[in-house]
């Protein structure tokens, strides 16, 4: 018999390829319950690439369930997906049928050399390796194209989010609240090929849903996933009782600062 999994036990160490992959048997939950992001977002995109989206050549990388893809679609932009794992792109492909969708990832693009407007990564430019991801970058893009980087990460200045991500330290242990709540320092972007001109900006937003819905979020990054389900049913089960002292009518305003680094090609 095997034993019942302990929620109190140390946390196994995991790689960040196993994280990458553990988002596939989750990909239905991430869609339903993950944040997109703001108009604002895109504006600001098209600001720093110095071009509009409708009519522009995109491939969004680590496309997963599409949540980006389908802004970019929306604003008009010829966006193709890549997407490495199957889970994932079995979602994408039931959310946005039409839009072309390859199998691959951003450390060997399959895309054609100077073939791109713009590359985007939602979300994803931390799964690949740099020193792989920005050759490849500057390889597919056109002259004056832009690979545009970015990351909803949870406003910490906000004290019921401070003290979620302290709860989250101590259950899960460091690295948790990265792994959720996100990072900024994330978007550091080093290309030694010196043909990336950089430009920041943060945009803040929030969304409001509810409880069940922010606990389904919490629970599809990859923390979560790996960590076993009973130490994730611990974690949530205790964090339902401290939210519902702080959101009393059981909907939660989500607030988010999304990190963009925009690096344009010269």
Known sequence: MTPPEDPTAP???????????SFNAAAAQYAANRPSYPPA???????????????????DVGAGTGIATALLHARGADVVAVEPGAGMAAEFRRALPDVPLVRGDGDRLPLATAS???????????????????PEAVRV???GGALALWWN???L???????????????????????????????????????????RRSVRWSRRVPLDTHLANLGSH????????????AFLTEERRHLRDVFPDGVVEETYDVELLVATRS
Do not use: K
């Open 11 to 21: 946390a196994p160490a995991v790689t960040p390829s196993a994280r990458a992959g």
């Open 41 to 59: 977002l895109l504006d600001a995109v098209e600001d720093l690439a110095g071009r509009p989206l409708e009519g522009a050549r995109v491939a």
């Open 116 to 134: 791109l407007d713009l590359l985007t990564y939602a979300q994803s430019w931390h799964w690949t390796d740099p020193a792989r991801s920005v």
């Open 141 to 143: 893009l056109r002259p």
């Open 153 to 155: 990460t949870s406003a």
């Open 157 to 199: 200045d906000l004290p019921w989010a401070a003290d979620q991500a302290r709860r989250l330290e101590r259950h899960f242990g460091p690295g948790s609240v990265v792994a959720t709540h996100g990072d900024g320092s994330r978007a550091a972007l080093a290309d030694a090929s010196g043909q990336l001109a950089l430009a």
């Open 222 to 233: 990859s923390v979560f996933l790996v960590h076993g389900e009973a130490s994730a049913t």
